[in-house]
């Protein structure tokens, strides 16, 4: 019997004050949290480089986007719109799927890039996992997890807690991440990175 798919949503919203003066945003878990069983967790932070602009994180236990049907998206978009003016939703898979690790660091960063046209995908995979690796045993590492976005296997995300960003520029200081990265930023454009402190409540 093959392990269950985790699928770990990240729904980035443009926020309004609305966002941090009513009750919607918690309203918007709470609404997913009862209509999706699969629910497990979720977290949640402003990008510490862009404040108006927030990660909401939700780990579910297999693929929940049949689950959003035409009923529950029209109530979440109702709240979605009085706390943001924009919104965007992707689902992933990462591996490993460990987020009370990363998630639960002080500083998550977060990097979203897509990979270009021809590249082969077996080969990406190991340039992924030979990149992080040295960064789960770095002093000040909470872990490591990348992924693909589901349906759309150019975008890929990749997320790795750190105990600061002190800790994360001293890593990318050393001569194992200048090797390990320089052949991942060959393969991806549109790399995208930020820091979010996740939260919980």
Request: aromatic share 14%; net charge negative; with cysteine.
């Amino acid at each position: 019997m093959s392990d269950p798919i985790h699928v770990t949503e990240f729904l980035t919203l443009t926020s309004t004050d609305a966002i941090k003066t009513t009750d919607h945003f918690r309203e918007l878990v709470d609404i997913i949290r009862k209509e999706i069983p699969t629910f497990q967790s979720y977290h949640w932070g402003d990008r510490v480089q862009e404040p108006g602009i927030r990660q909401l994180i939700i780990c579910f236990g297999d693929d929940p986007r049949d689950k959003y049907t035409p009923a529950l998206l029209k109530s979440l978009d109702d709240k979605l719109n009085l706390i943001s003016t924009s919104y965007e939703r992707k689902f992933f898979v990462l591996n490993p799927f460990l987020p009370g690790k990363y998630f639960s660091a002080p500083y998550t960063e977060v990097i979203f890039a897509t990979t270009k046209p021809d590249i082969n995908l077996e080969e990406f995979n190991k340039v992924c996992n030979a990149s992080l690796r040295p960064c789960d045993v770095f002093p000040g590492c909470y872990g490591t997890s990348w992924g693909y976005y589901i349906g759309k296997g150019e975008e890929i995300v990749m997320v790795l807690g750190w105990e600061s960003p002190e800790h994360h520029q001293a890593f990318h200081k050393t001569d194992i991440c200048k090797t390990t990265t320089a052949p991942f930023l060959e393969m991806v454009s549109d790399a995208k990175w930020f820091y979010i402190q996740a939260r919980e409540d």
